[in-house]
């Protein structure tokens, strides 16, 4: 199954439970483990858990292979593995200190910026 079908089916999943601040990120460049990774919020451990269901659930219906699913004891932080898309729903604050998003992207450009010559 295409990876872009998996990813629409996983954002459709997240935003019919009501999933903040979704992101979708390409990381074919980074990784060959997977190439997309969507992280999501959630209010609370049970709309954690909701959710994860509910994305694993689509997922599997679309004809995707669950490969794991990882975090649902705490329900503070719960990844589902579907092979070529992993899907992360955290709560804000387990979001906020893991900072995924900032880890997966790709880095910056940095320009140097030429120091003027100093007067000998």
């Not at 659930?57 to 699913?69: H, P, R, S």
């Not at 899907?87 to 906020?96: E, I, L, N, Y």
């Amino acid at each position: 199954m295409r990876h872009n079908k998996l990813t629409k089916v996983a954002v459709a999943a997240l935003e019919d439970i009501k999933a903040r601040d979704i992101t979708v990120l390409d990381v074919r460049k980074l990784t060959s483990l997977y190439d997309t990774l969507i992280v999501a919020s959630a209010d609370s451990n049970r709309q954690v858990r909701a959710l994860a269901q509910h994305v694993r659930d689509k997922l599997k219906l679309a004809g995707a292979t669950i490969v794991g699913v990882e975090g649902e004891q705490s329900g503070d932080w719960i990844l589902v593995d579907a092979g070529d898309v992993v899907v992360h729903v955290m709560q804000p604050a387990v979001r906020a200190y893991y900072n995924l998003e900032e880890l997966w992207s790709p880095p910056k450009p940095v320009r140097r910026v030429k120091s003027p010559a100093r007067a000998a």
